[in-house]
């Protein structure tokens, strides 16, 4: 069986190794982190995600799968680093592939002839032909290798499942290459491998989650209006939804998690004007978050003007979406942080979580009936069906309101 390095060891690199090691390659995982390595080595996770803690202790148990700070020798290594943005002293925000370089050139001293290197994080248009400008400048021949991109596409919840069954788009720098890649995809993904060139394939990642964005947008627009006029958007969505032709999505407080919240800026930072429409909806669901807040704020100061004293506000959920544990661009966690540092009285509740290092975690029943305001900022399942009394219910999400 190859020997696959996988470097990153985070939402996708961890569950790729594991399943990977699971179905008989000798992998070694490699992450920057000390203790993310320590902790896999122990046979343990470090996410929060359903069934990889199973996969893990298998791998490890089999000798399958080691973690380590450096690479080593493989056939085949795939680098699954984050790729986030600059946002400070920019106008748009820019992609920030300093680490997909980095890792580029860690594993470079270890590529050997017939090598494939796969990138799997989300890149700007132009990265996957960066790497390969890299290892040729490390001294690689590139002529000798196989170098692609195959952006990983699996829903947080859902990875261990779809990395298996969902279509994977593979898209080399040469045809030789793509080829090569796609073949390895195909000895453990059952879903449809397709096939096309680096460029397509990284435009094609961005440009499904600029879909996304876009549509999100369109909800959470609707019920800012819907909110202009006091109507219910939870009742108003099912009603238009009706129409054969129309799917309008759920409103939330905004839009985060490693893609959505940012893959759109991969497209506007370079395209610039020839993106107006997936700008806009970014900018919408920006704004959707601050206007969250305002929402709040005006709510704690009428309690305040009613009863003479402030209220206890009770954050429902930090994560980027339901039932997970992800704090990734969290536009629920930026209201709970906004609004602790305007000193509201906030009591953070997210019952995927045990503790965060900035303020303490409530359980939902106490924070319950210890607030006197409740606002539902993400709807997990936990929250759903709550008996609440004499409470004032501000919902976001659409766990209370469209019952």
């Not at 400070?88 to 592939?97: H, S, W």
Request: aromatic fraction near 8%; include cysteine; proline fraction near 4%.
């Amino acid at each position: 069986m190859e020997k696959v390095c996988v470097v990153g060891l985070g939402y996708i690199g961890l569950p790729t190794a594991a399943l990977l090691a699971n179905r008989g390659y000798e992998v070694h995982g490699v992450d920057i982190q000390q203790d993310v390595v320590n902790t896999i080595n122990q046979g343990k996770i470090h996410i929060v995600e359903p069934d990889l803690d199973t996969f893990v202790k298998a791998a490890l148990n089999s000798g399958k799968l080691r973690a380590d700070t450096k690479p080593a020798n493989a056939d085949v290594f795939i680098i699954a680093v984050p790729t986030p943005f600059h946002q400070k002293g920019y106008d748009i925000p820019t992609p920030n592939i300093n680490y997909v370089i980095d890792a580029t050139k860690a594993i470079a001293p270890y590529i050997k002839k017939e090598n494939i290197i796969i990138l799997e994080s989300t890149s700007p248009v132009g990265t996957t032909e960066k790497v390969a400008q890299v290892l040729k400048e490390y001294g690689v021949d590139i002529d000798e290798v196989y170098i692609a991109h195959c952006p990983e596409r699996v829903l947080p919840g859902k990875i261990m499942q779809e990395l298996v069954e969902n279509d994977r788009i593979v898209g080399g720098i040469d045809e030789k290459s793509t080829k090569k890649a796609a073949n390895f995809y195909k000895n453990f993904v059952t879903g449809e491998v397709l096939e096309t060139d680096a460029k397509t394939a990284e435009l094609c990642k961005l440009t499904e989650n600029s879909f996304r964005d876009v549509n999100i947008a369109f909800a959470n627009e609707l019920s800012i209006i819907c909110d202009k006029y006091g109507i219910n958007v939870w009742e108003l969505r099912e009603l238009a939804n009706r129409h054969p032709r129309v799917n309008i999505l759920y409103p939330g407080v905004g839009v985060g998690g490693h893609c959505i919240a940012v893959d759109p800026w991969f497209i506007v930072s370079d395209a610039q004007d020839k993106a107006k429409l997936i700008r806009t909806a970014r900018e919408v669901n920006n704004y959707k978050t601050e206007w969250v807040i305002e929402k709040i704020k005006n709510e704690v100061l009428k309690f305040e003007i009613e009863l003479g004293k402030k209220p206890k506000v009770a954050c429902m959920g930090l994560a980027f979406k339901p039932d997970i544990d992800d704090l990734r661009e969290s536009p629920a966690l930026y209201i709970a942080k906004r609004l602790m540092a305007e000193k509201l009285d906030i009591l953070a509740v997210e019952p995927n979580i045990e503790k965060f290092d900035e303020f303490e975690i409530y359980d939902f029943k106490i924070a319950i009936q210890e607030a006197d305001v409740i606002v539902f900022l993400v709807a997990h399942k936990e929250f759903r069906n709550l008996n609440i009394i004499n409470k004032k219910v501000l919902d976001f999400c659409g766990v209370w309101n469209k019952r």
